[in-house]
């Protein structure tokens, strides 16, 4: 079983799918738009395009002839995949799936109006015109985002009238469609959110990983922690939830779904049809297999019999502080010295204001108390100085 696959978007979660596909002897060929991307460093071979120019993305396809094509960010012209799946390429987790989430507005909509999920109210806008009158339906405050993006690039939250232009401004630079469009949701008064990675097989039984809970920061995750708090009312509405999108959706491979947990009951937020970077807490040995391992597993239609929880654990991120074109790091041999302790430098070449450069990860043993392992770790991501 040797199989070559077209992964587009390099980065850090792309890298640590490469290296579990190494492991097990398959071929990777690295896609980005920028040359020394992280997962270009770890595949056999690379190629950098503008993954919105179709043309160019149908060459590539054209000249590799891959088994499989693995999306692994937003900015691809993603309806050329239809035309992939007709040549007999599998596209991951699917056609469907890919276009669909890699537009807010598609998914949003197939979990509210197809599928009857529960969701914050919504709105879309094309213009700062629209979006001032999106925010008067759905009132304030609420959150803006734009349809295509990552990371939390782009993402805003609007308190008062005045951030509205701002949002608008903030969003289109964040957005990495050629077409700017934004969704607007209203609040949710959560008390805490979630991911659970959910991994569909095309011959078992659609399994989930213990819920995985985090704390963002301008739009990006800053901490994660394995398993999150959750009742089991609620982790079974949140299953059921996911079941069905993923269901909708089709295809083999692992979704990183998002809830908010709220006194009413679940809301469904947004979904990643791939590896979540809150799910890099399963580096830390938490699981029986990681995220990338699952991913890659359902991708080449691997029986998993079973998800097991085998730690406790957390993972936090090291972010840059400003711009340089050689970072450097240092502090490293200070974490490397802990016990139950790791961390990972992605290899990203430049660094810019709050770009994440790597992550710290730490476990315990089942029973140790989760806020005990999201402490340690923060304080552990503090000994890393990205230097410029």
Known sequence: MKKKILLLGSGELGKEFVIAAQRIGQTVIAVDSYENAPAMQ??????????????????????????????????????????YEKQGI???????????????????????????????????????????????????????KPLMSSSGKGQSTIKT?????????????????????????????????????????????????????????????????????????????????????TEALGGAGLFGVEFFLTDEGVYFS?????????????????????????????????????ITLEKVGASAVILAGGNSDKPTFSGISKVASLPKTDFRIFGKPTSRPYRRMGVVLTNDSLGTPI???????KETAKLVTVNL
């Open 42 to 83: 770890v595949a056999h071979s690379f190629e950098v395009i503008n993954m919105l120019d179709g043309d160019a993305l149908d060459k590539i396809v054209a000249k590799h002839q891959p088994d499989f094509i693995v999306p692994e960010i937003e900015a691809i012209r993603t309806e050329r995949f239809y035309d």
């Open 90 to 144: 599998t596209v991951v987790p699917s056609a469907k799936a890919a276009n669909f989430t890699m537009n807010r507005k598609a998914i949003r909509d197939l979990a509210a109006k197809e599928l009857g999920l529960r969701t914050a109210n919504y709105r879309y806008a094309t213009s700062s015109e629209e979006l001032r009158k999106a925010v008067s339906e759905v009132g304030i405050p609420c959150v803006v």
């Open 161 to 245: 009238e005045a951030d509205i232009e701002k949002a608008w401004n903030y969003a289109e630079e964040g957005s990495r469609g050629d077409i700017v469009e934004v969704i607007v949701e209203a609040f949710v008064n959560f008390n805490s959110e979630i991911t659970l990675l959910t991994v569909t097989q095309n011959n078992n039984p659609t399994l989930f990983c213990a819920p995985i809970g985090h704390r963002q920061e301008r739009g990006d995750y800053q901490e994660s922690w394995q398993p999150a708090l959750v009742s089991d009312k609620d982790l079974f509405e949140a299953q059921d939830m996911a079941e069905k999108v």
């Open 270 to 306: 947004e979904l990643s049809p791939r590896p979540h970077d809150t799910g890099m807490v399963t580096l830390a040995g938490t699981q029986n297999f990681n995220e990338f391992e699952l991913h890659l597993r359902a991708v080449l239609s691997l029986p998993i019999f079973e």
């Open 371 to 377: 806020e005990n392992v999201v402490e340690k770790v």
